[in-house]
């Protein structure tokens, strides 16, 4: 039945095209009016019905011979649409490519420069190798055509042909017309000619760039427009004057493009002005502070979008002069109704132009945001004064009052990061800070524990522990409250707190401290937090005098960091200067990767086509075995790595085998609305990687792997979940990738059978978090 219905609509598609090809042998080329007054053929609708019916997947081959002839007409709109669909489909009829062969070749000695400059535009699109020498001359004709659009045209198409065959290009002279055509009275056709010259000469660093191209291109910059200005600026940065003087006269040239209306000339221009000044140390600091006023500008006048530009620009200036912007900390203010994105990198400018004379003025004006509506701006202005206090002592007291202050407010985001930025002041400056430490008790129930500020709350409680009479009460209703705490470094911060309060007040923490062991030692708990757990738990047996010492010894180190995460790109500033790097923060060839058809990365494996497609290439290597199981305690490597040809090869040779199930009925969440990329979170949190991932029928799959750190055993797993019915079902495969059989492997697979159980566990609490 199905197949009676693809061979209908198959027929049917066949007549379509057949009426469409006999439609346009009996239109003629009288010209008519159509319902919008426009002059037009018969065939020109005809045709644009061929070009929907192609869009639409359907086979219209057959009509090439009769569209070609279509093609020689004086309707440019006709012919512009014959030239599409013959640039479509010239691969499929190559032996008909030869008919619009000619076609282009009579268009392109037509009279009209329009339709020359298409018949140039659209010939190289056919890849027709046979006509790749008649290109090659015809292209040399059109760049020295009698009109600027055919030979702006022309240079487009050198760049065309260049990538369908790279030797006719390099091997004729069409190098030396295009540096000759730089020499055009059009400035739309010398910007062409550099963008042909850099393309074609990529791999040799682009087109060279000698004193008389520089000093020539300059003398007509301004006849460019603005797009074309910025396109000659960077291509003249590769310019190294051979003098002083000529630095200068270049300078000289360019000063009344800092103050061009379009802030990527002012960019372009300033970047050059930086790179001129690397060579004349004693006038560095004059060429910034030179281009700080038109950066100024542009962060008061221009978009949001430019401003954030600006910033990103701004940033990099100050990792080349830090005081160049210090006596202009008020432009950095926030402005009304300004995006949050653009505070945010304003805070980060006022955090390096600080200085002891602006700190006070500045950190006031960003107090002013913390208890604005927007909480990451909140946060942020906190980390900001917290950095300028790191790094101008005197008014690190000062920020200490007004953090004080906003503790009253009340208010849970604020108090959690204060509470995370005063444990670094407290680690930066303990006699300082200490005293404040007394009002924890009061704000400890607004603190978001689940955050970065829980850690932080027990270890600054723990430093005024003696101090504090309700320290021990507040641990122990954490302790009582533990299963709301699942974060492993909040556990581990309450295991060393816990100690350190027994340590100085033993009789109130003896039994919290023995329940909160007996919670921490559980089999299924996560190991660092067992591992840590015994790890205090014999130091205190072993000798509780040493374990005192070791608590109480050093206890804070300096934590000041005064650079931002985008130290390693801005030291690179200059070759990424006013190009999309600055606002990525990161180097182009970190993101600027040519992508390979059908190959995506997962991790530092690379896959040859979609996850589902190894799921069922791993499905054919799958025997199902039993073995009995012990137990014993060991470390997931954090650094495994396996490519999928070893994976299957292990999978084929592990002899240890393990199939079992688990089920997740006992939540009353619903697992429907997990996603992959949540299921692949867990495991990886965890150190479990994954190989492939797709889903199998009613069952999302995974193929993953793991190492134990010590004895290298492997542990290979196909895991089939089914988050309708909540069960997963599990094949599990132990070895060694040396093959060592003489390690017994039985006590490996009760260790892995009971983390991936674990692991599948917490799925339900992804719900119903």
């Not at 430093?463 to 122990?476: L, R």
């Amino acid at each position: 039945m199905a197949s009676g219905k693809v061979s209908f609509l198959s027929q049917q598609q066949n007549r379509e095209v057949a009426e469409l090809g006999l439609r346009l042998k009996e239109a003629s080329e009288n010209v008519t009016i159509n319902h919008m007054g426009a002059q037009q053929t018969a065939k020109r609708p005809i045709i644009k019905k061929v070009l929907e019916t192609m869009a639409a997947g359907i086979d219209v081959s057959s009509l090439f011979g009769d569209v070609v002839k279509a093609a020689s007409t004086k309707d440019l709109v006709q012919k512009k649409l014959a030239y599409m669909y013959i640039s479509t489909q010239a691969e499929q009829n190559s032996d008909l490519v030869i008919l619009a062969v000619n076609t282009f070749r009579n268009d392109l000695q037509n009279e009209n420069p329009f339709v020359r400059g298409l018949a140039l535009l659209i010939s190289p699109q056919i890849r027709f190798m046979d006509y790749v020498p008649y290109m090659v001359e015809s292209l040399s004709h059109a760049l020295i055509d009698s009109s600027a659009y055919v030979r702006k045209t022309a240079l487009i198409s050198c760049i065309k042909l260049f990538h369908l065959s790279p030797k006719h290009v390099l091997d004729a002279s069409l190098i030396d017309q295009l540096y000759n055509t730089l020499r055009d009275r059009d400035p739309e056709v010398v910007a062409n000619s550099i963008i042909a010259l850099n393309s074609i000469l990529h791999s040799e660093g682009g087109m060279t760039v000698d004193t008389n191209i520089t000093h020539y291109l300059l003398q007509r910059l301004r006849e460019f427009n603005e797009w074309h200005q910025c396109l000659v600026l960077d291509t003249l940065i590769r310019y190294k004057p051979s003098n002083e003087d000529e630095n200068f006269d270049i300078m000289n040239l360019l000063d009344d493009q800092l103050k061009h209306h379009n802030s990527g000339v002012q960019l372009a221009t300033i970047k050059i002005f930086i790179k001129l000044a690397e060579g004349i140390p004693e006038i560095q600091e004059d060429v910034y502070k030179r281009v700080k006023d038109p950066m100024l500008t542009l962060l008061s006048f221009g978009s949001p979008e430019i401003v954030y530009s600006c910033l990103e620009h701004i940033i990099v200036l100050m990792r080349l002069s830090r005081q160049l912007f210090q006596e202009d900390y008020k432009h950095f203010y926030r402005r009304f109704k300004e995006p949050s994105f653009v505070t945010l990198r304003k805070l980060e400018v006022l955090e390096g132009i600080a200085t002891k004379t602006s700190s006070k003025d500045i950190i006031n004006e960003i107090s002013g945001y913390i208890t604005g509506i927007d909480k990451v701006i909140a946060q942020k202005s906190i980390e900001s004064i917290a950095k300028i206090s790191f790094r101008i002592e005197n008014v690190l007291s000062y920020s200490l009052e007004i953090f004080m202050k906003l503790l009253g407010t009340g208010i849970d985001n604020i108090i959690s990061s204060i509470i995370t930025v005063l444990e670094e002041f407290m680690n930066e400056s303990p006699e300082k800070v200490g005293s404040s430490l007394s009002v924890l008790p009061s704000v400890w129930t607004s603190i978001d524990l689940s955050s970065q500020a829980g850690p932080a709350f027990l270890n600054l409680l723990t430093t005024v522990g003696c101090q504090i009479p309700e320290a021990p009460y507040i641990v122990e209703s954490l302790i009582d409250d533990l299963e709301n705490y699942p974060a492993t470094s909040f556990r581990i911060q309450l295991l060393n707190s816990t100690v350190t309060l027994f340590l100085h007040r033993p009789a109130e923490c003896r039994g919290m401290l023995a329940k909160l062991f007996k919670y921490s030692i559980d089999p299924n708990e996560n190991l660092d937090i067992r591992e840590r757990t015994l790890f205090l738990y014999r130091l205190l047996h072993k000798d509780i005098k040493k374990a005192k010492e070791i608590f109480t010894y050093q206890r804070y180190a300096s934590k000041k960091n005064l650079n931002n995460n985008n130290t390693k790109m801005r030291d690179k500033h200059l070759p990424e200067f006013n190009t999309i790097s600055i606002l990525y923060g990161n180097n182009s060839e970190q993101f600027l990767v040519e992508p390979i058809p059908g190959i995506f990365t997962k991790g530092k494996d690379e896959f040859l086509s979609s996850p589902a497609h190894h799921i069922s290439e791993f499905d054919e290597l799958i025997s199902l075995q039993t073995q009995n199981m012990t137990k014993d305690g060991f470390t997931l490597s954090t650094t495994v790595s396996i490519e999928a040809k070893k994976f299957k090869t292990y999978w084929e040779n592990f002899t240890e085998n393990y199939e079992f199930e688990v089920s997740l009925l006992d939540s009353s969440a619903s697992l429907m609305s997990l996603t992959l990329d949540d299921i692949e979170t867990v495991f990886e949190e965890n150190n479990m990687m994954i190989m492939a991932s797709g889903s199998s029928g009613d069952y999302l799959k995974f193929f993953l792997y793991a190492q134990e750190a010590n004895s290298g055993i492997l542990m290979l797993c196909e895991l089939k979940l089914n988050l309708n019915s909540k069960l997963a079902k599990i094949n599990m495969k132990i070895g060694h990738e040396t093959q060592k059989m003489n390690l017994s492997l039985s006590k490996y697979t009760e260790y892995f059978s009971q983390y991936l159980t674990r692991y599948m566990k917490e799925l339900t609490g992804l719900v119903t978090t």
